[in-house]
């Protein structure tokens, strides 16, 4: 049964209003362990689409400027409709940049009117800024296929807009690395990484994405590594119908704001058997999205699974129907996390799952925090307008390393409303210490159950 100091919990009374049910049940028999789930099995087809999101308010995220590449050259074409850069002129050297004999290659194969591929040989590649466009001939995305390495520009002055490579305005795209993973480094640690602005708020000024997919729908990415992002690593904006699978992102674990994959505005969304450390968030879910499954995630380092930050922005679109399980969360800053500005820009996030979660000496395994403002220069004394409600965990298995397991830190003009905690074990890594304060509420929570659970 869960174990609290009763009288912590009458101080809190006079700051938030809470129902509390606990109930004893048999320990659980089926929890999780520290060992990796197996990888699931391939998700199913994806259910009806919604309605397509709006794009994303510009100051949230703005859409990069037009692709001023150059048109294509001729060059030859095989027979069954490969379009390797290396024909168009691009050089595996490591130093020769490559981005016009990559725009070049890219228009052949996407005016191509057959089964077309763009294709990416071995060896190690320089490549600029460039944006990979549609429509397609006949609405139908070449495949893309990447062997060999790919490296950014170092310098800072080099991006225009906010991405590194970009998929934009596509339909069945498939993105494919070679027989291990084809691999993009956008050598964040060469220059972005020691902006003042990153070193000194961890809040870089100008974050360059590895590669954005903007407006993309019916798309597979898979074998693919990416590595030392100047900002993301992967970002989906405005899409539907993604499933992305058996990709590694890699930086250390102090690369400012290096999230994994970001999701904003977007649909159908399947991420799965992946492993991510990086310096900010495994997965950051953001505003606008809608039935975005997680699963057999290994995540670690960073800052966990997140869903936020949220309310930063005027009119941000709702995030509904979030479902993380199977995961392993190991030696992260938080384990599963929501995330709200403090302000007075109202939205919901509602329907979120998460269970059969493995914390491996994780600092904050579970927390809400609606006093999210890592630069400090928030409107702190305003409370979040972001409601919260209908927030499931279960089955959550671990260890961690700080002194409150759950923290609940919920608003008290928009209430935390119907979360249910149950089966959750917790230890935490000092031995032989008393369990008091392990939970940590402050603000207002309306209806909280907590069934089976130790802490």
């Known amino acids: 049964m869960m174990a609290f100091c009763l009288r912590n919990i009458v101080a809190f009374l006079a700051l938030f209003h809470a129902s509390i049910v606990v109930a004893t049940l048999p320990s659980c028999q089926t929890c999780g362990s520290p060992e990796p789930s197996p990888p699931a099995p391939e998700p199913e087809a994806f259910p009806p689409e919604p309605e397509v999101p709006e794009p994303y308010p510009p100051e949230l995220a703005p859409y990069p400027e037009p692709d001023q590449s150059p048109e294509p050259s001729e060059a030859p074409i095989d027979d069954d409709g490969v379009f390797d850069v290396t024909n168009y002129g691009a050089v595996a050297d490591g130093g020769t940049e490559c981005s016009?004999?990559?725009?070049?290659?890219?228009?052949?194969?996407?005016?191509?009117?057959?089964?077309?591929?763009?294709?990416?040989?071995?060896?190690?590649?320089?490549?600029?800024?460039?944006?990979?466009?549609?429509?397609?001939?006949?609405?139908?995305?070449?495949n893309v296929e990447i062997r060999g390495t790919l490296f950014a520009l170092s310098s800072l002055s080099s991006f225009k807009s906010s991405y590194w490579i970009s998929f934009k305005n596509l339909q069945g795209l498939t993105l494919i690395g070679g027989p291990e993973y084809g691999k993009l480094d956008g050598?964040?640690?060469?220059?972005?990484?020691?902006?003042?602005?990153?070193?000194?708020?961890?809040?870089?000024?100008?974050?360059?994405?590895?590669?954005?997919?903007?407006?993309?729908?019916?798309?597979?990415?898979?074998?693919?590594?990416?590595?030392?992002?100047?900002?993301?690593?992967?970002?989906?904006?405005?899409?539907?119908?993604?499933?992305?699978?058996?990709?590694?992102?890699?930086?250390?674990?102090?690369?400012?704001?290096?999230?994994g994959i970001h999701v904003s505005n977007s649909s159908n969304i399947s991420i799965f058997s992946s492993t991510i450390g990086v310096g900010d968030d495994c997965v950051s879910i953001g505003p606008g999205s809608k039935n975005v499954s997680v699963s057999n995630i290994r995540c670690g380092p960073g800052h966990g699974i997140s869903v936020g930050s949220l309310g930063k922005y005027k009119n941000e679109k709702d995030v509904v129907g979030i479902n993380v399980r199977n995961c392993t969360i190991n030696g992260t800053e938080n384990g599963i996390r929501m995330k709200t500005w403090p302000g007075d820009r109202p939205s919901n996030a509602y329907n979120m799952t998460f269970e059969d979660i493995v914390m491996v000496n994780v600092s904050n395994p579970i927390i809400i925090d609606q006093e999210y403002c890592p630069s400090h220069k928030c409107k702190s004394n305003e409370p979040s307008m972001v409601k919260l409600k209908d927030i499931f965990i279960k089955n959550i298995n671990g260890t961690y390393s700080t002194k409150s397991a759950v923290i609940f830190l919920c608003s008290s003009e928009a209430p935390c409303e119907n979360v249910q905690l149950v089966n959750i074990n917790l230890n935490y890594l000092v031995p032989n210490s008393p369990r008091q304060g392990r939970f940590n509420i402050k603000g207002f929570l309306n209806g909280l159950q907590v069934i089976n659970s130790r802490f």
Do not use: M
């Not at 890219?106 to 060896?123: K, L, M, R, V």
């Not at 993301?232 to 119908?241: A, D, E, P, T, V």
């Open 187 to 259: 050598q964040g640690a060469v220059e972005a990484w020691k902006e003042p602005s990153c070193e000194k708020s961890a809040r870089c000024k100008k974050l360059i994405t590895s590669i954005d997919f903007i407006n993309v729908s019916h798309a597979t990415i898979s074998n693919i590594t990416l590595s030392n992002s100047k900002g993301f690593h992967l970002g989906l904006h405005g899409s539907k119908n993604i499933k992305i699978y058996s990709v590694k992102i890699i930086a250390p674990e102090d690369s400012p704001n290096t999230d």
């Open 100 to 142: 016009s004999a990559f725009s070049a290659a890219w228009h052949a194969a996407c005016d191509y009117p057959g089964n077309s591929t763009f294709y990416i040989p071995e060896g190690t590649f320089l490549v600029g800024p460039i944006s990979f466009r549609g429509p397609c001939y006949n609405d139908r995305s070449p």
